[in-house]
């Protein structure tokens, strides 16, 4: 989405919490002892026509990969960002509309932020958000 972010490796730090959050409904606490994930895969738009591939420094486990995932979707929203992906939005709003309401670029999943899957292929974490 951003092209500074294309490549990017994230590293997980527990030292920042994130604004947005999905809300588990996984039924059971996130994994916090296997570090066997490198990346994730998870939608960035309400509808999932855009997705973003994360990928980690050094292998996470899943709480350390969903906490990063919420960093980063916690980000502020800009106008650029929101461009490339409004027409996957729940409202299709003006950016000037937008803004009064969106704060993040987690607040573009509307209620698409319900976690219900959450499974390691490869390596990859891949969410699965319902609303």
Known sequence: ?????E???YTYDSTVNPTWTFDNCLNVEYENTDKS????LFD???YGKYNKTMYFDENVTQYEAIKTIEIWLSKPLTE????K????TFHKHSWEK???YYKCRGDCLS???FLEMAEIENGILKLCCGS
């Open 111 to 113: 209620d698409a932020r």
């Open 80 to 83: 650029k960002y929101y461009d």
């Open 98 to 100: 937008t803004k009064e």
């Open 85 to 88: 992906i409004c027409d996957d």
């Open 44 to 46: 960035i738009s309400r």
């Open 7 to 9: 490549g990017k490796v």
């Open 37 to 40: 994930i490198h990346g994730a």
């Open 1 to 5: 989405m951003d092209p500074k972010d």
